[in-house]
T-cell receptor, first 117, second 115 residues
Framework: GAVVSQHPSWVICKSGTSVKIECRSLDFQATTMFWYRQFPKQSLMLMATSNEGSKATYEQGVEKDKFLINHASLTLSTLTVTSAHPEDSSFYIC?????????????FGPGTRLLVL | LAKTTQPISMDSYEGQEVNITCSHNNIATNDYITWYQQFPSQGPRFIIQGYKTKVTNEVASLFIPADRKSSTLSLPRVSLSDTAVYYCLVGDGAYSGGGADGLTFGKGTHLIIQP
């Protein structure tokens, strides 16, 4: 089956630094990838849609200048949390759409745990 | 998007069959029902999808009554490793472009399996 990887799996950083998270589709091409955030004991919340070769689409309330998304190839999307603060500490998960698959059958990465001190 | 309602939590024991019901009273004609499983500190994993009647795969069965206003995920002979959060999603499977294609997850059902 289709596999999506994320790197790193966890990261600890100091407040004010920037952190980059990679999302890769390993065995298929993904023109569209999605970024979600999940706080403890809560459900996943969609942050943005990453489109290959074009600007990302952000959900209401998500700061595009803080969460920079780049989808430079059909297998890689990156999320950069700029000037991270403790309230950005969360579990970040990406998903990818495989051509021909229904919308509700997206493939999810294993997630990246971010802790900002 | 059709709203879904699931129990917040369920408990069961190893070896038992577990049935998790999801209500989706305003499901549209073109909507499919999809279930995901999420273990702690992992991304969700697709389990099963159906439109009507019954669907079965190596992991679970999905029962959908004729009116499609609810669906039941059935996990046969559960083990401790089935402890996870299970999400029910409803949608028509079509991509429209942009953020509308991201998935909307409800609170899910936290299933706890005990020895």
């Amino acid at each position: 089956g289709a596999v999506v990887s994320q790197h790193p799996s966890w990261v600890i950083c100091k407040s004010g630094t920037s952190v980059k998270i990679e999302c890769r589709s390993l065995d298929f091409q993904a023109t569209t990838m999605f970024w979600y955030r999940q706080f403890p004991k809560q459900s996943l919340m969609l942050m943005a849609t990453s489109n290959e070769g074009s600007k990302a689409t952000y959900e209401q309330g998500v700061e595009k200048d803080k969460f920079l998304i780049n989808h430079a190839s059909l297998t890689l999307s990156t999320l950069t949390v700029t000037s991270a603060h403790p309230e950005d500490s969360s579990f970040y998960i990406c998903s990818a759409r495989d051509q021909g698959q229904a919308k509700e059958t997206q493939y999810f990465g294993p997630g990246t745990r971010l802790l900002v001190l | 998007l059709a709203k879904t309602t699931q129990p917040i939590s369920m408990d069961s024991y190893e070896g038992q069959e577990v049935n998790i019901t999801c209500s989706h009273n305003n499901i549209a004609t073109n909507d499919y029902i999809t279930w995901y499983q999420q273990f702690p500190s992992q991304g969700p994993r697709f389990i099963i999808q159906g439109y009507k009647t019954k669907v079965t795969n190596e992991v679970a069965s999905l029962f959908i009554p004729a009116d499609r206003k609810s669906s039941t995920l059935s996990l046969p002979r559960v083990s401790l490793s089935d402890t996870a959060v299970y999400y029910c999603l409803v949608g028509d499977g079509a991509y429209s472009g942009g953020g509308a294609d991201g998935l909307t997850f409800g609170k899910g059902t936290h299933l706890i399996i005990q020895p």
